[in-house]
T-cell receptor
Framework: EAGVTQSPTHLIKTRGQQVTLRCSPI?????VYWYQQALGLGLQFLLW???????NRGNFPPRFSGRQFPNYSSELNVNALELEDSALYLC?????????????FGQGTRLTVV | GENVEQHPSTLSVQEGDSAVIKCTYS??????FPWYKQELGKGPQLIID?????GEKKDQRIAVTLNKTAKHFSLHITETQPEDSAVYFC??????????FGRGTSLIVHP
């Protein structure tokens, strides 16, 4: 069974540009979480999608947005990139909503903003 | 919301020693406590978890203990091996519906 897959694995963008990151959850999982992991920092919660709806978002500006598709895959969009957006972006999925269920992570997308 | 504190931030041990990582949480409604291992260049991997109806859980060399009264839980690794070297994250969930993570512990096992 395939795990959580994220694409691309790496990308480099210029400040001010826009980027879209993609996540495919484990088959049967309906909840998708996005986290930002900046160098030396922990996992900062970005967004939570469940059954196609945004359920919650972390303390990030509106230029961080996303959506979940009918097949439960998800994408994260970041507009007007800033240098401090450079980080590893992680997607996790769980088979039902709620933070009391196992969440499995993908390998992440390493974003570098120059 | 939930707040998770994790200590120490760095832990250095000799191969064969035990390692203990401790976490505290703030939301008494949290009832699920997973631990993740993140190796360099990879995403976090779930290694063990515990729910609030259990005080201890063991899986080979790894064990987790939970004290709900004191709101703290710990990861214990016995007979450490160099391949245990990684960053370990604790998390708490169930109350706010968002898994909240600690800041991570970098475990270094010296051969």
């Amino acid at each position: 069974e395939a795990g959580v897959t994220q694409s691309p694995t790496h990308l480099i963008k210029t400040r001010g540009q826009q980027v879209t990151l993609r996540c495919s959850p484990i088959s049967g999982h309906t909840s998708v979480y996005w986290y930002q992991q900046a160098l030396g920092l922990g996992l900062q919660f970005l967004l939570w999608y469940d059954e196609g709806e945004e359920r919650n978002r972390g303390n990030f500006p509106p230029r961080f947005s996303g959506r979940q598709f009918p097949n439960y895959s998800s994408e994260l969009n970041v507009n007007a990139l800033e240098l401090e957006d450079s980080a590893l972006y992680l997607c996790a999925s769980s088979y039902r909503s709620g933070a009391n269920t196992e969440a499995f992570f993908g390998q992440g997308t390493r974003l570098t903003v120059v | 919301g939930e707040n998770v504190e994790q200590h120490p931030s760095t832990l250095s041990v000799q191969e064969g020693d035990s390692a203990v990582i401790k976490c505290t949480y703030s939301d008494s409604a949290s009832n699920y406590f997973p631990w993740y291992k993140q190796e360099l260049g990879k995403g976090p991997q779930l290694i063990i978890d515990i729910r609030s109806n259990v005080g201890e859980k063991k899986d080979q060399r790894i064990a987790v203990t939970l004290n709900k009264t004191a709101k703290h839980f710990s990861l214990h690794i016995t007979e450490t091996q160099p391949e245990d070297s990684a960053v370990y994250f604790c998390a708490a969930g169930g109350g706010s519906y968002i898994p909240t993570f600690g800041r991570g512990t970098s475990l270094i096992v010296h051969p």
